[in-house]
Every structure is written in C-alpha cells, then in structure tokens.
C-alpha cells in the first residue's frame, strides 16, 4: 500500500519524504490524508502556518489559529492532531526546498564569481593592488 507522503513515482523523490514516510508509518496514522491546512483558501498560497493555541478540546484536538504569512488571513478552529502533524510534514517539506534552492543560487552565484575571476587572470586584469 502507497502511503500518502511517499514520492510520485513519475516525480524525482524529495530527500525528506523517506524521512516523513517513515515517521508516519511507524507512528501508526491513517493512509487518508488530511485536508491540506498550508493551502490559504482566501489567496491560494501555500503559506498557511500554525497560530496561537486556544484551548485543548480533546485528547487529540486543539482549537487553533493558522494564519497565512502572504496575505494575512487567519481562522481559529479545531483540528486533530493528525491535520497537524500534516501541516507539520508540509512546512518541513517547504523549508527543505527553501534551504535547496538557496543552496542551487549559492552555487550558482560561485560558478559565476570563479568564472569572472579566470576571465579577469586572462585578460591580465588582476594586479597585485586589487589584494
Ligand atoms: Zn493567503
């Protein structure tokens, strides 16, 4: 059986969805996945961030407030735990690919100072003074 966090077969695999497969399986969650929380119904963004607690209401329920960091909107309600731990997953998986593609720009940006800095030997462009 294909659990919900496991990679599209078509798609490359992220790094972290082993990783959350794993937790989620050992921890015994169900195989249906709950309503995605980091989607902002108000702008459609995937923004959406866990709030201030409000209150306890059962073993595995808290009341809430997700707000989302683009457009602001927010909404106090009751989630169990499993939404959680999904939004949870979905925010470490945004982190993931943040920290990827500010180290894609990092390595991208070193490519293109070592490249201007062999075309500057070339050019007999670098002089002693510049140190
Ligand atoms: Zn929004």
Do not use: Y
């Given at each position: 059986m294909r659990h919900e966090l496991a990679p599209d077969p078509a798609v490359a695999p992220h790094p972290l969805d082993a990783l959350l497969t794993g937790e989620a399986g050992a921890a015994g969650h169900s195989q249906?996945?709950?309503?995605?929380?980091?989607l902002c119904p108000a702008c459609c963004g995937r923004f959406v961030v866990p709030g201030e607690v409000h209150e306890v209401v059962a073993q595995t329920r808290l009341r809430l407030e997700l707000?989302?960091?683009?457009?602001?909107?927010?909404?106090?309600?009751?989630?169990?735990?499993?939404?959680?731990?999904?939004?949870?997953?979905?925010?470490?998986?945004?982190?993931?690919?943040?920290?990827s593609l500010l180290e894609t720009i990092w390595l991208a940006n070193e490519e293109e100072q070592i490249l201007r800095f062999s075309a500057a030997l070339e050019a007999d462009a670098i002089l002693p003074s510049d140190f």
């Open positions: 249906t996945r709950a309503p995605d929380l980091q707000v989302c960091t683009a457009c602001g909107w927010s909404k106090v309600d009751v989630h169990h735990d499993e939404e959680l731990i999904e939004l949870e997953c979905d925010l470490d998986l945004a982190f993931a690919d943040v920290l």
